[in-house]
Structures are given as C-alpha cells and as structure tokens.
T-cell receptor, first 115, second 111 residues
Framework: GAVVSQHPSRVICKSGTSVKIECRSLDFQATTMFWYRQFPKQSLMLMATSNEGSKATYEQGVEKDKFLINHASLTLSTLTVTSAHPEDSSFYIC???????????FGDGTRLSIL | GQQLNQSPQSMFIQEGEDVSMNCTSSSIFNTWLWYKQEPGEGPVLLIALYKAGELTSNGRLTAQFGITRKDSFLNISASIPSDVGIYFCAGPETSGSRLTFGEGTQLTVNP
C-alpha cells in the first residue's frame, strides 16, 4: 500500500527555534500534500494544502509566515515552524494524495514540544 | 462547510464483541473513507468507499456507503485488544480535495 514517511517523529526544542518537518511519499507520486495539526482528543485540523511546484493554500487563521510550506517535488513536502513558541506545541501530521480519486495517506506524525 | 457527525463518541467493549459506529452528513459525499489512529501515530486508511450502497470488507472490518450518500457505518467483528484506537470517518469536500473528518470514535477493548 501507499507509504508516507514523516520525519522527525519527535522534536523538543527551546522557544525561538525554527523546526523543519519532512513528509515523503515513498512509493507513489503525491500531486497534493496536506499538513494537519491535532490537539489531544480532537480530530485533525487542516492547516494547509500544497501542490507540487506551487504555493500552499492556507486555511483561515493559519499564519503562512509562521508555518512555511515547501513542496518542491512530487515526493517531498516540508513544514517549517518558524520561531516556535510553547503554544505551537502540538502533534503535526502530513498526508499525501496521488491523482484522481486516490485517498489521502498519512504520515506517522511529529510530536513538537517547545520549552 | 460540510460536516460529518460521527457516533458514538466512545465505546468500551469486551474482547470478542462486535462493534458498530456510524457517520452521517447533511450533504452528499462522493467518497467515504474510514481511518484508524493509534496513540502517537498518524491515521491509517482502513476502507475506502466510492459507490452509493457499496459494502466492502477488510478482514474483520466491514463498511457500507449509504444509498443516499449521506451516511456510512463501520462494523468490527470479534474485537481484539489491538483494535483499540480512534476511528475517523472522512470524505473529500466537493469544492476540492480537502477532507472533512468526523470527530472520531474512541474504541477501548477490555481483554
């Protein structure tokens, strides 16, 4: 089946640090990748949608200068949380989707903890 | 936007019991997806439904896409402890490729 790899799985860093999270589709070409944030005991909240080679589309209330997304190839998207603060601590999950009606496949998530 | 109402919110069952959960929507979905999420991990696709009335099985899991395209159920037969997790229904919004998620059903299986 479709495999999506997300790295790192856990990050602990000081306030003010910028953190980069990678999302790779290992066995298919992802025309679209998605970045989600999930709070404890809640459903996934979409942050942004990115298509290869174009700018990401951010959801309302998500700061594009805070959460930088790059989708440079059909197999790689990155999310950079710039100047992270404790309120940015969360579980970040990426997903990737092929063309047509293909469903989204998710990475294993990144637990970000800002001290 | 579109919303998915998922129930029950949580279930506590004994190993071996059958489980049923469902999702309903006020609007039509053309695809219905069921995911399972275990603690500290991303959701894993269990079953994808593409046709109204479609009934699909994946091992002990069975899901059906309602004939009206506004509902779906997921059944788990003979539950085992490793079935523990949160089950989400989801469907792509008609306006694009974004997924709408249900609020999830937290399943606990007691051995």
């Amino acid at each position: 089946g479709a495999v999506v790899s997300q790295h790192p799985s856990r990050v602990i860093c000081k306030s003010g640090t910028s953190v980069k999270i990678e999302c790779r589709s290992l066995d298919f070409q992802a025309t679209t990748m998605f970045w989600y944030r999930q709070f404890p005991k809640q459903s996934l909240m979409l942050m942004a949608t990115s298509n290869e080679g174009s700018k990401a589309t951010y959801e309302q209330g998500v700061e594009k200068d805070k959460f930088l997304i790059n989708h440079a190839s059909l197999t790689l998207s990155t999310l950079t949380v710039t100047s992270a603060h404790p309120e940015d601590s969360s579980f970040y999950i990426c997903s990737a989707r092929g063309s047509g009606d293909q469903p989204q496949h998710f990475g294993d998530g990144t637990r970000l903890s800002i001290l | 936007g579109q919303q998915l109402n998922q129930s029950p919110q949580s279930m506590f069952i004994q190993e071996g019991e059958d489980v049923s959960m469902n999702c309903t929507s006020s609007s039509i979905f053309n695809t219905w997806l069921w995911y399972k999420q275990e603690p500290g991990e991303g959701p894993v696709l269990l079953i994808a439904l593409y046709k109204a009335g479609e009934l699909t099985s994946n091992g002990r899991l069975t899901a059906q896409f309602g004939i009206t395209r506004k509902d779906s159920f997921l059944n788990i037969s003979a539950s085992i402890p490793s079935d523990v997790g949160i089950y989400f229904c989801a469907g792509p919004e008609t306006s694009g490729s974004r997924l709408t998620f249900g609020e999830g059903t937290q399943l606990t299986v007691n051995p």
